[in-house]
């Protein structure tokens, strides 16, 4: 089983597009995030939630839009893309806050 | 701000032999974590030490913490081939809201 999953795995799409990236956890933790990985591998966190409700958001454009319908699922959802969103997106999870992060796999999206 | 810094950036050793990578912080911390990724994929935890701490193990991962010094230190014994991936520190700053910062990484190269 899966503890952090995300779709898509790959995303490609044009400049402008508006795309949104999935993700879910089974191990019942309260807490989740999106980073963001750079062509250095440099991780910066964009969001956390927990227990559905924002709790740290990072100096990320407004077109970054978070959405957690359930303490499982926290998606991404993103406007107008830029050629600079492209990178690797991970979601986590943890139990509790600063503690240890459980990551997805990572959706790789490039913008044309 | 960048809270956590690993060095090297880059390691390459021979199987068996010892691998050492060393995270430098800022501020004061609660805790400090050791992740690793291999390539393509996501962060896997490693080992959390506290700051009450001075050292930990984990199989063949001693990590070891100095306050004092603001540094940890990640040693890999008897090193193998899958060993190979990059390694980060991830620390929270006491006034950071609950935020969890990742250094840059260490990338390990372990040559069979």
């Known amino acids: 089983d899966t503890a952090v999953s995300q779709t898509p795995k790959y995303l490609v799409t044009q400049m402008g597009n508006d795309k949104s990236i999935k993700c879910e956890q089974n191990?019942?933790?309260?807490?989740m995030y999106w980073y963001k990985q750079d062509s250095k591998k440099f991780l910066k966190i964009m969001f956390s939630?927990?227990?559905?409700?924002?709790?740290i958001n990072e100096t990320v454009p407004n077109r970054f839009s978070p959405k957690s319908p359930d303490k499982a699922h926290l998606n991404l959802h993103i406007n107008s893309l830029e050629l600079g969103d492209s990178a690797v997106y991970f979601c986590?999870?943890?139990?509790?806050?600063?503690?240890?992060?459980?990551f997805g796999p990572g959706t790789r999206l490039t913008v044309l | 701000s960048q809270q956590g810094e690993e060095d090297p950036q880059a390691l390459s050793i021979q199987e068996g032999e010892n691998a050492t990578m060393n995270c430098s912080y800022k501020?004061?911390?609660?805790?400090l974590q050791w992740y690793r990724q291999n390539s393509g994929r996501g962060l896997v935890h490693l080992i959390l030490?506290?700051?009450?701490?001075r050292e930990k193990h984990s199989g063949r991962l001693r990590v070891t913490l100095d306050t004092s010094k603001k540094s940890s230190s990640l040693l890999i014994t008897a090193s193998r081939a899958a060993d190979t991936a990059s390694y980060f520190c991830?620390?929270?700053?006491?006034?950071?809201?609950?935020?969890?910062?990742f250094g840059p990484g260490t990338s390990l190269s372990v040559i069979p």
């Open positions: 986590a999870s943890s139990q509790v806050l600063r503690g240890e992060q459980f």
């Open positions: 191990l019942g933790h309260d807490t």
């Open positions: 939630y927990n227990n559905k409700e924002l709790i």
């Open positions: 501020t004061s911390i609660n805790n």
């Open positions: 030490i506290r700051s009450n701490e």
């Open positions: 991830a620390t929270d700053e006491e006034t950071s809201y609950d935020k969890v910062i």
